[in-house]
């Protein structure tokens, strides 16, 4: 028996360094050489596995394909992290070759099991609040709930990873954003300890920052995929809720500088374009529903140039995200009922600067 035990952990290790060369193999063959485009470098290190058995061949393959925005990023970077650092990110070298991160990731990978080992290429960095008062209760809950996620951030802005970045964690549901159908698998996601009428403690807000930094460089993620999970389904969640502070949170991440500031007048910033009782051209909101859908917005059915459910909804997960100013901040109901309000599903003025400066 304990021979068999000694055998079974040598061939552990044994595919374990063979997943780890073949992953600096991807690497090496990710560098650009002289003028290729990214495409043709792809197709080179696609037949760099040729030699390979057909085992082996597989696995290069299908890691190359899933993690290729990673490889090639990293490879082709003016000071290219090492090869080990970065196959260990996607989890095909020992995670003690990962780059040390500028502040504290506590481990709690043991405490679920709710995930895929299916490869997950996050492209997507995913916001949440957990609804919850405390981490305890978030992670009660999201075990109880058969749920996890890749990262809690506790109130006083301790960072806990459940689930590692290259596996597919369960916590975005159905939702759609741009052309990512499957969010889960194309994400990682961000739990914020928070009830969600509540304001985000500036060390919780410093640390979520950080960890989007992160996860921004690790991963290449572009500014357009920092989103919010009421973003991917706009029907029916509200996370982060109004109390999160975008405009902070984008000006540490260093993204769209400007985006918040405004020289409109009060009354222009609150003047409503788009709503009940409202005169308007169906070709204006047609114009708007069609930039909507375009930032990303597609989880749901907007009927061109009509004002209905569905394009109030947008109109709310956007003004929430995007428009501070004018957005009443939800309150939560002694049924644990999120109490909405109609004015958030109009489109007003600052809205609608807000959408011109994301789609220039």
């Known amino acids: 028996m304990q021979r068999l035990c000694i055998l079974l952990l040598i061939l552990k290790l044994s595919t374990a360094e063979d997943r780890c060369s073949l992953c600096l193999k991807i690497v090496t063959s990710s560098k650009k050489e002289g003028s290729e485009s990214e495409q043709q470098t792809k197709e080179r290190a696609l037949k760099a596995a040729s030699s390979l058995s057909s085992t082996d061949r597989s696995v290069y393959t299908n890691e190359l394909n899933c993690h290729w925005i990673k ?13 080990h650092s970065i196959c260990a990110d996607t989890g095909m070298c020992p995670l003690q070759y990962q780059n040390p991160t500028s502040f504290n990731i506590v481990d709690i990978t043991n405490t679920t099991k709710n995930y895929g080992i299916t490869c997950t290429m996050p492209k997507i960095i995913l916001v949440h609040h957990t609804a919850t008062k405390s981490f305890d209760d978030t992670l009660s809950a999201l075990n109880s709930r058969g749920l996890s996620v890749q990262y809690i951030v506790s109130k006083k802005g301790t960072v806990y990873q459940q689930v590692r970045d290259f596996y597919r964690a369960w916590h975005a549901g159905a939702g759609v954003w741009r052309e990512v159908t499957d969010v889960n698998s194309y994400s990682v996601g ?7 009428d509540e304001p985000y403690p500036q060390e919780q807000i410093n640390a979520v920052s950080s960890l989007v930094v992160m996860l921004k460089h690790r991963w290449h993620v572009h500014p357009n995929y920092i989103i919010a999970h009421a973003d991917i389904t706009p029907e029916n969640k509200d ?34 374009i788009i709503g009940k009782n409202v005169t308007y051209t169906a070709a204006r909101l047609e114009q708007i529903q069609n930039d909507l859908m375009e930032l990303g917005y597609k989880s749901l059915i907007l009927r061109s140039g009509v004002y209905d459910t569905n394009t109030a909804m947008v109109f709310q997960a ?19 009922e999120t109490q909405y309000y109609e004015s958030n599903q109009y489109w007003y003025g600052i809205s609608q600067e807000r959408l011109q400066k994301l789609m220039s």
């Open 318 to 336: 956007f003004n929430r995200h995007f428009a501070p100013e004018i957005f009443v901040k939800e309150k939560i109901g002694s049924n644990d």
């Open 71 to 83: 490889y090639y990023g990293d490879a082709n970077m003016a000071k290219p992290p090492s090869s």
């Open 239 to 272: 996370d982060p809720s109004g109390y999160f502070p975008w405009s902070t949170l984008y000006e540490k991440v260093s993204i769209y500088p400007g985006l918040f500031n405004t020289s409109m007048t009060h009354s222009r910033q609150h003047g409503v």
């Open 190 to 196: 961000i739990e914020i300890v928070n009830t969600g």
